[in-house]
């Protein structure tokens, strides 16, 4: 079997590229000998790098020119209970990040929900899309293409379905701006997160119009899907799993435990989240539900890029009779539990922690139960947030655990 000096020695006289080393070597003699190569032209110390736990060959589907694995601390927030349409019981919470105080804020506001009882929590909408772009001859020739599309949304759901055994089309919906149709497929892809299948089926049905109207294909995706960017669209329409989780915490629980009142905690909601966000012209309404979700999605092999997406959500904080009630609103959290790199060791470990690993029963069953412990989760860093905030403890609190 081939050394990695000599792959990397073959690479650095140009005999063979980087991206050509598996096809000489097993995947971990060629992330090795690709850090030989880097290392040697870079003078980097890759040993610590170099030093995982997994057969490179599982993370194929999930990189190109691996050299090898980074590490980040990975905590854990919890239990807490969770009513969900999906989700039915105890969950910890695995959380990868390097923020420091984030992981305890995040536990600490889970401690307090669970003293209430649990959260509550529900997946209102789920899809994934994709919206192609076609170019015609005009508005005349658009118009045309939209009516088609409303009469045989049948035959692409076929040509669509085809090309999946799981995948699901749920509607199409048409967008015009004079000579250019964009077509927003909506997809079920139950367990997995399913933007590849969504791409593949689209690409089929984008074949079927085609060939039955004026329209020409200029881009699989026009951008109206939207994917790994700020959007109003996702924020009203949704993409992935649209997820509400809420609790309702008696007065006598935040005053012990949050030490500050359900009045200024929903004062501090108002003139921060709501206020506050829409002066700024922001698209989330929140303290930082970002934050849970992109631990989450680190630790549960997601794609980081669709905390974009993620970060759509909006917090809601009310004085009532018998106490707080908080809730937190996520349009578009775009996960799965099959595929993608939920397969990696580490990420399908943290799976198994929360006890949502693989496909559902039903099929899409542990993507919404996945979906609704993460609301949770988020539920849960904005309480202890905004109640850091209102008892005017956000700074000592990082001064305390030294961050």
Avoid at 20 to 36: G, N, P, Y
Avoid at 44 to 56: E, K
Avoid at 208 to 221: F, G, K, N, Q, R
Avoid at 247 to 264: K, Y
């Amino acid at each position: 079997m081939t050394d990695p000096a000599t792959l990397a020695d073959r690479v650095r006289a140009g005999e063979l590229r980087l991206h050509e080393l598996e096809a000489h070597a097993d995947h971990d003699t060629a992330a090795a000998a690709r850090r030989l190569v880097l290392e040697a032209e870079t003078d980097a110390d890759l040993s610590t790098t170099g030093s995982y736990a997994f057969d490179a060959e599982v993370a194929d589907s999930a990189i190109e020119n691996m050299f090898g694995a980074t590490q980040m601390p990975v905590g854990v927030a919890g239990p807490v209970t969770v009513d969900g349409g999906a989700a039915d019981g105890e969950y910890y919470l695995p959380l990868a990040t390097t923020e420091g105080a984030l992981v305890a804020s995040v536990n600490r506001g889970l401690s307090v929900i669970e003293s209430a009882g649990g959260a509550e929590a529900r997946v209102t909408k789920s899809g994934m899309t994709r919206a192609p772009v076609f170019r015609t001859g005009g508005i005349v020739e658009s118009a045309e293409v939209v009516e088609w599309v409303r009469e045989h949304e049948a035959e692409l759901a076929a040509a669509a379905e085809s090309t999946t055994n799981h995948g699901e089309l749920l509607d199409v919906t048409p967008y015009v701006v004079g000579d250019s149709v964009y077509l927003r497929f909506r997809y079920d892809t139950k367990d997995a997160m399913g933007m590849n299948m969504a791409a593949i089926a689209t690409e089929a049905a984008c074949e079927v119009v085609e060939a039955e109207t004026p329209a020409e294909l200029v881009a699989l995706s026009g951008n109206l899907c939207t994917d790994k960017k700020p959007a109003a669209i996702n924020a009203v329409e949704g993409r992935g799993r649209s997820v509400t989780a809420d609790v309702l915490i008696p007065d006598d629980v935040v005053e012990e435990r949050l030490h500050t009142t359900a009045a200024a905690i929903a004062e501090a909601n108002t003139r921060k989240n709501l206020v506050g966000s829409a002066k700024a012209g922001s698209l989330g309404f929140n303290a930082h539900a970002a934050n849970v979700v992109a631990a989450s999605f680190i630790a549960t092999g997601q794609d980081p890029a669709q905390v974009v997406e993620g970060s759509n959500a909006i917090t809601t904080a009310e004085e009532r009779e018998d106490g707080l009630y908080l809730s937190v609103s996520l349009a578009s959290l775009e996960l799965g539990t099959v595929g993608g790199g939920t397969k990696l060791p580490t990420q399908s470990e943290a799976l198994e922690l929360v006890g949502l690993t693989g496909g559902g029963d039903p099929p899409g069953a542990n993507g919404d139960a996945l979906a609704e412990v993460i609301a949770a989760g988020a539920l849960a860093g904005e309480l202890s947030l905004l109640a850091a905030l209102a008892s005017n403890h956000l700074a000592s609190a990082h001064e305390e655990l030294g961050r």
